[in-house]
């Protein structure tokens, strides 16, 4: 039992220390010398924002719209004398800070996650990455940078474009239904928004995509042959990114709470 | 010998894949500009061992030169800026799926546009007179890989490997799985390379028609070790 236990503590400390190691490597690529090169992979991360970034727009839209108008249904129906400013302080608590980016990550990681470990998993089990180091190109720089720098690029622009789209889903309930007032709701948005949160949102999302990206790559550039081991490696991807940005999004909101002083009331 | 006269140079390498060893402490010395064909039973691991020398897997143990440039897998580019250009053509896959046969051939001049000193224009001129060189019509140009036959995909692998004039050329298995047409083209160039003094050529084989073709230098990998052989016994044992 203690054998087993220690080989998966073993395990899981090599595992990270090759997932940091990816990482590292990629961040390290910057300094490649190569203007040629960095030309290249310019036009793979513009690829990755148009991936992740532009083709994600409709999923990201519709689910937005549902979630802020099925929050504002929600509050209506079960807190029906709710007074519009507080209901407006909901909005931004929940919504805007917390479920805009974690909404949008877990699209991101389902959508490009799953075709980003996909693909790096058939391109080394078809010795595509071996062929690029054959061309003397870095994959850290070629293959791990542009999707981690084009992932964190998409969904800081889609976490804002959710949080706008939610609101006006929300709003439409509002309306739909007459109450609460729309100017309450809108003073309380107001009075609860700050500069603060555009920071927050931006680190919730930056800090989201560059965990997709990056899991999604090192998964995906584990399989070690074998096509098999391809849906392993992007189920490990997906789900080791998803936890990790609730993880992260949590970790942010307790930072967040515990420097404005707000933990301490 | 000093480390510029060297072609390729393993110095005490040992390699294990799984729980097969492929190389045990081996040193091997070839001068630039000379041939090698590696011979050996299916899965001795003449693959890896090619993987080996061109850089693109890490030694589990000793050091892998190539043009007198220590190889470190991890940092391909490092090569291609001290000089050493390496050409490799794979048994099979290596070309990017995602990317025309153009855009294939052309991306390892692309990105390093800037060492080798080509404009795009020219990475383009040089992508596509490669490609003709080995046979690959036009219309193929613009074709995905898994819209190719096997043997296209070959020349196509060709055609990327000599689009950099390459000093240091791999070749895996090259003419396998290819008919007798398409096999003659590979051999003229590997023939062509053999007889270039600037480039130094490794090619792993079993094929008795293209180990006569070379007549070069040979070894056999077995047991984790490299073995000289000369082409009678090699004769010999194909008649076996």
């Known amino acids: ?265 | 010998m000093s480390d510029t006269d060297v072609g390729l140079q393993l110095v005490d390498v040992s390699h294990c894949h799984g729980d097969r060893t492929i190389l045990s402490a081996e040193s091997f010395v070839l001068s630039p500009g000379s041939t090698l064909i590696v011979t050996g039973a299916n899965g001795v691991g003449k693959s890896t061992l090619l993987y080996l020398c061109a850089g693109l897997v890490p030694a589990d143990a000793g050091r892998v030169q190539l043009g007198g440039a220590s190889v470190d897998p991890s940092r391909p580019s490092d090569l291609i800026r001290q000089g050493v250009r390496c050409g490799f053509v794979f048994q099979q896959g290596g070309l990017l799926a995602n990317l025309s046969a153009l855009a294939n051939v052309a991306l390892g001049m692309r990105y390093h546009a800037d060492v080798f000193g080509l404009s795009e224009r020219s990475v383009e001129e040089r992508a596509r007179f490669c490609l003709g060189a080995v046979g690959v019509s036009r219309r193929d140009f613009h074709a995905l890989p898994g819209r190719l036959s096997f043997g296209i995909c070959k020349r196509v692998a060709l055609a990327r490997a000599m689009a950099v004039e390459p000093n240091i050329a791999f070749f895996d298995d090259p003419d396998a799985g290819l008919d007798r047409e398409n096999a003659s083209v590979v051999h003229d160039i590997l023939a062509s390379y053999r007889d270039d003094a600037s480039v130094t050529l490794v090619v792993a084989t079993n094929r008795l028609g293209l180990i006569e073709r070379l007549a070069s230098r040979m070894v056999e990998l077995r047991d984790g070790h490299l073995w000289e052989q000369d082409l009678a016994s090699r004769r010999s044992s194909a008649l076996v």
């Open chain 1, 1 to 265: 039992m203690l054998a087993r236990l220690g080989r998966v503590g073993i395990d899981a400390t090599s595992s990270w220390v090759a997932a940091l190691l990816t990482l590292a490597t990629a961040i390290g690529s910057v300094a490649t010398p190569g203007v040629a090169g960095r030309r290249v992979a310019r036009r793979v991360t513009l690829l990755q924002v148009f991936f992740t970034g532009v083709q994600g727009l409709p999923i990201v839209t519709a689910t937005a719209l549902i979630i802020g108008a099925t929050f504002m249904l929600q509050l209506i129906v079960a807190a029906p004398g709710l007074p519009g400013e507080v209901v407006g302080q909901f909005l931004v608590a929940v919504v805007l800070r917390e479920l805009a980016p974690l909404v949008t990550v877990i699209i991101v990681a389902s959508r490009s996650g799953t075709a980003i470990a996909t693909e790096l998993g058939n391109m080394k089990a078809n010795r595509e990455v071996l062929g690029l180091a054959a061309m003397g190109i870095d994959p850290g720089r070629y293959i791990v940078l542009p999707r981690v720098i084009g992932v964190m690029a998409g969904v800081t622009v889609l976490t804002v474009y959710f949080a706008v789209l939610s609101l006006i889903g929300s709003v439409v309930v509002a309306l739909a239904l007459g109450a609460p007032s729309l100017l309450a709701v809108q003073h309380g948005v107001a009075a609860t928004l700050s500069v603060v949160d555009l920071l927050l949102l931006s680190v919730k999302a930056g800090g989201g995509g560059l965990l997709v990206g990056w899991l999604c790559c090192h998964f995906g550039l584990a399989v070690r042959g074998s096509s098999t081991e391809v849906p392993t490696m992007t189920g490990r991807a997906v789900i080791g990114s998803v936890f990790g940005c609730v993880l992260y999004n949590f970790a942010v909101t307790v930072v967040y709470y515990g420097l404005s002083g707000s933990l301490v009331q």
